[in-house]
């Protein structure tokens, strides 16, 4: 099958052998496999403007991402690239308002998040990033100290 | 005879009920600040014992440890205080970074995870604690989420806070880039390792948590 250049989208022929070193064209290393149907300018070039003329709200494509990880899909990559500009900045609004206290990337990787593991009494997991979580019920009914 | 023993069981409680209350204090920071060198220091200088044991590598410390009843004495007042050493503050633990250190995969592995605990150790300590020396890497950059989100959480608390500014052994140290980072809070730059400036702590100690 064809390799495609993931980043300047320039496709190569089975087996072409520049790309070892390499897209030629951007020097970029990474590459999909296409089928020799998708390259047919028809469906590629419907899909995109379908994509394009969307025009998805902030607000709606935000509950949208929001209910796919709670469904656990994994992001598309048109969705990648159409809304690289707001997936920046919902990640920076996402520390802020993340809920977990804890996210276990794997075992032995952790991420803590502070504010919530200070500010809060009950400890959230959240499991990778698929939008699981554990809610750990003695630390949520434990009643505050009071001093 | 059993009267009379208990009768002295119940004077040891009275006793221990109209005792003065000692100040807890929490020793606080990110990994590798040099927490316990510095708690070892205020133990083996008031108590003659240690604390706990040190490394290079970070999050050596994973579980709290408290030593009760150690009596600073500075300028001729005493303070008695319960010290505890916490393990280090952090956002993100990642046992590959253990690994660098020359740790087998597996050790690696449940360090990350005792650091993670001892993290949440340290925080669930907090709400026990009566005051917190800070202790910071003069060494470092102090504006990092750890230093800025704890202080703000202590102020929050109104836990008083004493910055110890440490490492200052080395000559990269800059105590007074930490000073203008947080100039809210009392500061002492000290070597917790060869001891340079710790009679300054102890007398800060003296009269902040006294």
């Known amino acids: ?147 | 005879m059993g009267i009379i023993k208990r009768l002295g069981l119940n004077f040891s409680w009275l006793k221990r009920l109209f005792k003065r209350k000692k100040a807890k204090i929490g020793i606080y920071g990110p990994p590798n600040a040099g927490k316990t060198t510095l708690a070892n220091r205020i133990v083996r200088d008031w108590t003659g014992d240690a604390m706990g044991s040190v490394s290079h590598i970070p999050h050596e410390t994973r579980r709290a440890r408290r030593r009760e009843d150690v009596t600073i004495v500075s300028n001729g007042s005493s303070v008695t205080l319960d010290i505890i050493d916490t393990p280090g503050i952090a956002t993100k633990i990642d046992f590959h970074d253990f690994m660098t250190f020359g740790l087998p995969e597996e050790e690696s592995k449940r360090r990350a995870k005792e650091a993670t605990e001892g993290v949440m150790e340290s925080v669930k300590w907090l709400e026990d604690l009566d005051g917190v020396i800070l202790v910071m890497d003069a060494t470092e950059d102090p504006y990092t989420q750890v230093n800025v989100v704890i202080i703000g959480n202590f102020e929050a608390r109104k836990l008083p806070i004493l910055i110890a500014a440490n490492k200052i052994d080395l000559p990269n140290s800059s105590p007074a880039r930490i000073q203008s980072a947080f100039p809210q809070h009392p500061l002492v730059p000290i070597s917790a390792l060869d001891g340079k400036n710790i009679d300054l702590l102890y007398k800060e100690i003296a009269e902040h948590f006294g």
Request: glycine share 6%.
């Open chain 1, 1 to 147: 099958m064809p390799h495609k250049c993931t980043r300047c989208e320039s496709i190569f022929k089975d087996g072409a052998a520049i790309i070892l070193n390499g897209c030629p064209k951007c020097g970029w290393n990474k590459f999909l496999y296409v089928r020799n149907d998708s390259l047919v300018p028809g469906p590629a070039a419907k899909i995109e403007t379908a994509a394009n003329t969307g025009q998805i709200s902030p607000e709606a494509s935000n509950f949208i991402r929001e209910v796919d990880e709670i469904l656990g899909i994994k992001e598309e990559k048109t969705e990648l690239t159409i809304k690289n500009e707001p997936k920046a900045e919902n990640a920076a609004k996402e520390v802020g308002d993340r809920i977990e206290s804890i996210r276990i990337l794997s075992p032995g990787q952790y991420e803590l998040n502070l504010e919530s593991l200070l500010e809060r009494k009950e400890i959230v997991m959240a499991l990778k990033e698929d939008g699981t979580y554990i809610v750990n019920l003695p630390s949520v009914f434990k009643k505050k100290k009071d001093h």
